[in-house]
Each structure stands twice: as C-alpha cells, then as structure tokens.
C-alpha cells in the first residue's frame, strides 16, 4: 500500500512530511528535490528508531504526494504554516507510547548531537551559522513552548531557567508529563488564521529538534 507525503513551503523552503512516521522529514529550496529525498529520509528513520529501540511498522513503495501547502501571511507578517488533513485526527491513546518514545529519542539525540563541545563551545557563534548552539537552544525553546501554548500546554514561564540547556530540558520534562492530557484534546484550533492540532504539535516538535540535531552535528564539524 503507498505511503503519503506531504509537503509545506516554509521559510523559503520545501518541507516534505511522512506523517505515519512523525518526525520523519526531507527539506530542500525545491519542492520536487525535497520529494525525492523522503525514500532515504524514510530509510534514515527506520533505522533512527530501530537503533533507539522503537518499533515501527515499514513502509513500503510507492509514496504517494498528497498535498501540498505554501506559507502564507495572514496579516501583520503573520505567517501561516500547513495544516495537513493527517494533523486533523485525534492521538489514540495507543499511540501514546511510541509518541513518547520518539520525543525522548529525539531529546537525547539532541544532547549528543553537542556532548562533545566545551562549555565555551556552546556559547560561541560557529560557522557557516553564525549563531551558537546556546541560541539555537534558546530559538528551540521558545518555539516549542510557542506550539504547545497553541491548545493551552505550554509549561509556565516561571518554571523556566535561564540556561538554555536546562530551559529544554524543563520543557521535554513538562511535555511528557502532559502528552496524554494533550491527546485527550479532540478539537483544533484556529488562532491567527493558523489551525493547530494535538497531531500537528507533536509533528511539528518532532520535526523541528530533529532538524536542529542535524543542524548541531554539521556545526560540531566546524569547531
């Protein structure tokens, strides 16, 4: 049976989602280049989650584009990101354990991605980026809490440190602990023209810290 993509204009770039398996992604400035890369995106999961002891059922050829989904702005320079017709369903309570599994996979991957780096490292900008890995700690940070506020389960500012490091691991802690509150939402959300899901939150967090992971280990590579 073929497998679906989806794929979203995001910042100047295509992102190409496979959303029976959530974090799975391909990105490139080109919506067809993006599409082509999902086969061996599929293909890096499948042993991402093999080697961190998840089990996932395979997919299997051919993958079928189902949508396709530019930005937008909504107003103010608001831009809206996709919202795909997989983000709409509920979490099964099923699903549950695996969606945790993959987020403290991802967590701890992220950790490795800089376990190598002095605390000096950390906080210095390091090229091509030109930013440090504490900021995109502190961007990952606030982006997460910004997609979990969404349906109202941000953790508390107060509760937060100043130390990036600590701050997303403050928040890994909370989002666990309120994965299943999160599932039990059955409706979405539309708030500033942007439609937003217990699904869509858990992809879209997926998504971004694994994207961050590759962004470190590239950047480790410059030190």
């Given at each position: 049976?073929?497998?679906?993509?989806?794929?979203?204009?995001?910042?100047?770039?295509?992102?190409?989602?496979?959303?029976?398996?959530?974090?799975?992604?391909?990105s490139?400035?080109?919506?067809?280049?993006?599409?082509?890369?999902?086969?061996?995106?599929?293909?890096?999961?499948?042993?991402?989650?093999?080697?961190?002891?998840?089990?996932?059922?395979?997919?299997t050829?051919?993958?079928?584009?189902?949508?396709?989904?530019?930005?937008?702005?909504?107003?103010?320079?608001?831009?809206?990101?996709?919202?795909?017709?997989?983000?709409?369903?509920?979490?099964?309570?099923?699903?549950?354990?695996?969606?945790?599994?993959?987020?403290?996979?991802?967590?701890?991957?992220?950790?490795?991605?800089?376990?190598q780096?002095?605390?000096?490292?950390?906080?210095?900008?390091?090229?091509?980026?030109?930013?440090?890995?504490?900021?995109?700690?502190?961007?990952?940070?606030?982006?997460?809490?910004?997609?979990?506020?969404?349906?109202?389960?941000?953790?508390?500012?107060?509760?937060?440190p100043?130390d990036?490091?600590?701050?997303?691991?403050?928040?890994?802690?909370?989002?666990?602990?309120?994965?299943?509150?999160?599932?039990?939402r059955?409706?979405?959300?539309?708030?500033?023209?942007?439609?937003?899901?217990?699904?869509?939150?858990?992809?879209?967090?997926?998504?971004?810290?694994?994207?961050?992971?590759q962004?470190?280990?590239q950047?480790?590579?410059?030190?």
């Amino acid at each position: 049976m073929p497998y679906i993509v989806c794929v979203e204009e995001r910042e100047g770039r295509w992102i190409a989602h496979v959303p029976d398996l959530p974090g799975c992604f391909a990105s490139h400035q080109q919506r067809e280049r993006a599409v082509q890369a999902i086969p061996h995106a599929v293909e890096m999961y499948v042993a991402w989650c093999r080697d961190s002891s998840i089990h996932i059922s395979g997919l299997t050829d051919p993958m079928i584009v189902a949508e396709v989904i530019r930005e937008w702005e909504f107003e103010d320079g608001q831009t809206v990101h996709a919202f795909f017709a997989s983000d709409r369903p509920s979490v099964l309570a099923d699903e549950l354990p695996q969606y945790q599994s993959l987020l403290k996979a991802a967590h701890t991957d992220l950790f490795h991605s800089m376990e190598q780096l002095s605390q000096d490292d950390i906080y210095r900008p390091i090229p091509p980026e030109e930013w440090s890995i504490a900021a995109g700690l502190e961007d990952l940070a606030e982006q997460e809490q910004w997609y979990w506020d969404r349906l109202g389960f941000a953790a508390s500012p107060a509760t937060l440190p100043q130390d990036p490091i600590t701050k997303i691991e403050v928040i890994r802690e909370h989002q666990l602990h309120s994965l299943q509150l999160l599932a039990a939402r059955k409706s979405v959300v539309t708030m500033a023209g942007e439609t937003w899901s217990a699904r869509k939150i858990l992809r879209t967090t997926l998504w971004k810290e694994r994207e961050l992971t590759q962004t470190f280990s590239q950047m480790v590579r410059h030190t």
